[in-house]
C-alpha cells in the first residue's frame, strides 16, 4: 500500500527600529520651540519549506525519516520586504495662541525599482487659538474654546499588489502534474513566458488641503468640531490601460492615474445636568467624493476609468415600465423603427421592460464609450454619502441608558443576482421571498390571479437577461439608519455595595442591531451589500452573506 509523509515548516523575522531624539525650549515665557529627527526602518523575512516521502515503515511514525521512499521538495518560498524613513519635525507657538508645525519625511520602500524607490514628503499645519486674544475675553462666559487651523501635506503610499512589481518572474513548475507528457519515465518540468513590467512604477503621493475650527461654547456644554479636506492622489496606480490582443501578454500596472477626494467632517456635541438628570448628545457627520482627474483612456470607455468618473457611478438604461399587452410593446418597437430593442433581447411581448430611447437614433443600444454611451447614462452611485452616527445617553440616580444610532444618508445599489430576482435561468443559485410572488401575470389561473401591475417582469428561462439590464427601474435605494447599539444599566448605591467591600456593582442589559429602516428588498442587509459569495465590484451584489444578526446579552461589572 503507498504511503507518504509530508512535513512543513514557516518561520517570520520581523524587525522594526524606531529612533528619535527630541528638544524644546522656551524664549521670554512667550515662545515655545520643539523639533525632533528620527529614523524608522521595517525589514521582514517569510520563509517557507514543505517536503514529502513516500514507503513510511511504520504509519504509527509520520516522519520523514521514517520513510524509504523517493523524497521531494513541494514547497521552497521565500519573501523580503523592507521599509525605511527619515523624518522631522518642528513645533512653534506663540503664547498658545499662534501655532506653526513643519513635518517633513524621506521614506524608502523595496518594492520599487531603485531610482524609484525613495521619495520626499514634507507638509505643514498652522493654527490660531481665537479665545486666547484679549478681545475675546469678554465672551469668556459664551465663549470657551475657539481655534481655526489649516494644513497642506503630502503623504506617500506604495501601492502594489506583490513585493516585486518590477522584476519579471517566470512561473517554474517541478514535474508539471498539469502536463500530459512523459519524458524518462516522469513529468516534464515547465516554465511559462514572464509578464510584462513597469519599470516606472513607484509611489503614490497624497496631497492634502484641510481647514477647520474648534468651537466651546456655555462651559463647553455646546462643542463643535469641523473640518473640508480636498485630497488629490498624484500618479495613483489605476487600472492597467487596454492595449491590442496582439500583445500576447498581460499589461503591467503602472502610475498612470490622479484622483480627487473632497469632503468634510462634523463633529456636534452637547452635554448637561439638570440637577440628578445628566444628559448628552454627540452627532458624527461626514461626507466625501471622489473624482478620476488623469486616466490614459483614449477611447473613453465607460466599463473604466475616464477622466471626470466618480467612484461608484452606475451606468444604466432608463426604464419606461413593464408592458401590460402584447399591443402596447408592439407600439412600443414600433417608436424604435431602427431595431427596436433587438440589441437586447428578442421576442419582446407582456410583462417585458420598455426601454427609453436616450439618443433619440430609433433603437435601443448598448453603447460602451462616453462619446457613443447608447442609451446608457450615469443612474446612480454606489458610494455611501453623508454617513452618520448619533450617540444619546443619560443617567439618573443610578440608572443609565445609551442609544448609538448608525446609517447612511444617500446610496445607491443595484443587486444583480438571483436573491434579488428570485427564480430565473433554472433552479441553480435560484431564490423565492414572498417579494418574488410579485410579478407580471397577464392572466390568471386556478392558482395565480392577473397581475399586471406587478413590481418584477414575467418569469423567463431562457432569455431573461434582457429584462435585467442595469436600469432605472430596479436601482435600489441602499440609505438606512440602524440602532447599532442600547444598553440599559443600573449601578447599585455605593452605601450598600461597599458593605461587602465592593467599590461599584453595575447590571447592565444590551442590544445590537436592534432595528433597521431601509429601503433595501428583505434578505439585503445595508452593511453587508458587496460581500459574500458572488460579490463583485462596487455595482453588483449576490446578497449571499447572512444579515447582521440581532444580539442580546446582559451582565454585570464589579470594581472592588
Known amino acids: ?101 513643519v513635518n517633513l519625511r524621506y521614506d524608502g520602500t523595496s518594492r520599487f525599482a531603485k531610482d524609484k524607490r525613495w521619495n520626499l514628503f514634507p507638509s505643514f499645519s498652522a ?78 503621493t497624497m496631497r492634502s488641503w484641510n481647514i477647520g475650527f474648534d468651537l466651546g461654547m456655555l462651559n463647553n456644554r455646546l462643542t463643535v468640531s469641523f473640518d473640508w479636506f480636498n485630497r488629490k492622489t498624484i500618479n495613483m496606480v489605476g487600472p492597467a490601460p487596454e492595449l491590442p490582443v496582439t500583445l500576447g501578454a498581460n499589461v503591467p500596472k503602472m502610475n498612470n492615474a490622479d484622483m480627487q477626494s473632497t469632503g468634510f467632517e462634523l463633529d456636534l456635541g452637547w452635554r448637561d445636568r439638570i440637577k440628578d438628570f445628566d444628559y448628552g448628545v454627540h452627532l458624527l457627520l461626514s461626507d466625501d467624493r471622489q473624482k478620476i482627474l488623469k486616466y490614459p483612456n483614449t477611447t473613453g470607455k465607460i466599463a473604466t476609468w475616464y477622466v471626470s468618473k466618480y467612484n461608484g457611478d452606475i451606468w444604466g438604461f ?69 454617513r452618520f452616527g448619533l450617540d444619546l445617553n443619560a443617567s439618573w440616580k443610578g440608572f443609565d441608558v445609551r442609544l448609538f444610532f448608525q446609517g447612511v444618508a444617500k446610496r445607491d445599489a443595484w443587486l444583480n443576482d438571483n436573491m434579488f430576482w428570485g427564480a430565473t435561468g433554472g433552479i441553480w443559485q435560484s431564490a423565492c421571498f414572498t417579494s418574488h410572488l410579485d410579478f407580471f401575470r397577464e392572466e390568471g389561473d386556478d392558482f395565480w390571479s392577473a397581475n399586471k401591475n406587478a413590481y418584477f417582469p414575467r418569469i423567463l428561462v431562457d432569455n431573461f437577461a434582457k429584462n435585467q439590464k442595469t436600469q432605472t427601474r430596479y436601482l435600489q435605494n441602499a440609505a438606512y439608519i440602524r440602532l447599532k447599539n442600547l444598553q440599559i444599566g443600573y449601578t447599585i448605591p455605593a452605601q450598600i455595595t461597599r458593605k461587602i467591600g465592593i467599590s461599584n456593582l453595575r447590571v447592565f442589559f444590551s442590544g445590537e442591531n436592534l432595528f433597521t429602516l431601509t429601503g433595501l428588498p428583505e434578505g439585503f442587509d445595508p452593511e453587508t451589500i458587496n460581500t459574500g459569495y458572488g460579490a463583485k465590484d462596487g ?16 451582565g454585570f461589572s464589579v470594581n472592588f
Do not use: C
Open 318 to 386: 432608463e426604464t419606461i415600465g413593464i408592458t401590460k399587452s402584447q399591443e402596447e410593446m408592439d407600439a412600443h418597437l414600433a417608436s424604435l423603427p431602427k431595431g427596436g430593442q433587438d440589441a437586447l433581447g428578442t421576442n419582446w411581448g407582456a410583462g417585458d421592460i420598455m426601454y427609453r430611447d436616450l439618443n433619440g437614433d430609433g433603437k435601443i443600444s448598448d453603447g460602451a464609450t462616453l462619446n457613443d454611451p447608447g442609451d446608457k447614462k450615469v443612474i446612480g452611485n454606489t458610494s455611501p454619502r453623508f
Open 539 to 554: 455595482s453588483n451584489s449576490s446578497g449571499k452573506t447572512y444579515p447582521l444578526s440581532h444580539t442580546f446579552s446582559t
Open 1 to 101: 500500500m503507498l504511503s507518504k509523509v509530508t512535513e512543513g515548516a514557516e518561520r517570520t523575522n520581523y524587525f522594526n527600529a524606531n529612533v528619535y531624539s527630541e528638544y524644546s525650549r522656551s524664549f521670554a515665557d512667550a515662545h515655545h520651540l520643539k523639533g525632533m529627527v528620527g529614523f524608522q526602518a521595517e525589514v521582514n523575512k517569510w520563509r517557507q519549506l514543505q517536503a514529502s516521502k513516500l514507503d513510511l515503515i511504520s504509519e504509527s511514525v509520520p516522519n520523514i525519516n521514517a520513510a524509504t521512499g523517493e523524497s521531494t521538495i513541494d514547497k521552497s518560498k521565500l519573501t523580503h520586504w523592507a521599509t525605511a524613513g527619515f523624518f522631522g519635525r518642528l513645533n512653534y507657538d506663540y503664547k498658545e495662541r499662534y501655532l506653526l508645525e
Open 127 to 204: 493654527g490660531w487659538n481665537v479665545a486666547r486674544e484679549a478681545f475675546m475675553e469678554s465672551t469668556g462666559n459664551i465663549i470657551n474654546t475657539l481655534k481655526i487651523r489649516g494644513s497642506w501635506g503630502e503623504l506617500g503610499n506604495q501601492n502594489t499588489e506583490n513585493l516585486y512589481p518590477y522584476i519579471q518572474l517566470m512561473k517554474f513548475v517541478a514535474q508539471d502534474p498539469n502536463s500530459h507528457w512523459l519524458i524518462s519515465n516522469s513529468r516534464p518540468n515547465t516554465a511559462n513566458a514572464p509578464d510584462l513590467i513597469s519599470a516606472l512604477l513607484g509611489w503614490e
